[in-house]
């Protein structure tokens, strides 16, 4: 079975501070994914990887970066936290870019913004 | 993308089949249509998808009709851990990312 992890399940944090998620995937896929889940507005995409050190913006991608040093890891970075960076932060992976390749995801990451 | 139509909620009893109805009537020839859930606090979890053909694995089975504009999702023997929201997607060419519409909350009621 695939394994996606994150490295935290909730976080708190103040506004301003540099927030670090992490996720690790276990099946040698190619690409990686973050997204982040609001109430009424669905599953957004903010930045996703097809290979290593190489990334591409999604649909909201203004206020974070992300970093992929290594195959199994793909890093979200909130330069300076806002208030309304408060979300549901999910990461996935998929073994390639074939239109059919199944996407999936980690157990998510609550993060609150202070 | 094609856009997909869903019912806000059902309920199911347990133990019954739980079949939960997805419209895709503008979905394009090489498009795909996937289901997945989200159970309550937790990432969403792949459950089968399709092209044209009716598709069954151990969580569920895809019915998609014959000129593809809608499909059902048919959960067997429906059990309380079953309880989730429900979404029906449908993926692109080259599709990068999967787009969530609201899904389905399907509540199995003991």
């Known amino acids: 079975d695939v394994k996606v992890t994150q490295s935290s399940r909730y976080l708190v944090k103040r506004t301003g501070e540099k927030v670090f998620l992490e996720c690790v995937q276990d099946?040698?896929?190619?690409?990686m994914f973050w997204y982040r889940q609001d109430p009424g507005l669905g599953l957004r995409l903010i930045y996703f990887s097809y290979d290593v050190k190489m990334k591409e913006k999604g649909d909201i991608p203004e206020g974070y970066s992300v970093s992929r040093e290594k195959k199994e890891r793909f890093s979200l970075i909130l330069e300076s936290a806002s208030t309304n960076q408060t979300s549901m932060y999910l990461c996935?992976?998929?073994?390639?870019?074939?239109?059919?390749?199944?996407?999936?995801f980690g157990p998510g990451t609550r993060l609150l913004v202070l | 993308d094609a856009k997909t139509t869903q019912p806000t909620s059902m309920d199911c009893a347990e133990g019954r089949a739980a079949n939960l109805p997805c419209n895709h009537s503008?979905?394009?020839?090489?498009?795909?249509v996937y289901w997945y859930r989200q159970i309550h606090s937790q990432g969403p979890q792949y459950i089968i998808h399709g092209l044209k053909n009716n598709e069954t694995n151990e969580m569920a089975s895809l019915i998609i009709t014959e000129d593809r504009k809608s499909s059902t999702l048919i959960l067997p023997h429906a059990t309380l851990r079953d309880t989730a929201v429900y979404y029906c997607i449908v993926r692109g060419l080259y599709g990068q990312n999967f787009v969530f519409g609201p899904g389905t909350r399907l509540s199995v009621l003991p």
């Open positions: 503008t979905i394009s020839g090489n498009e795909y």
């Open positions: 996935a992976s998929s073994l390639s870019w074939d239109r059919e390749e199944t996407q999936y």
């Open positions: 099946m040698d896929h190619e690409n």
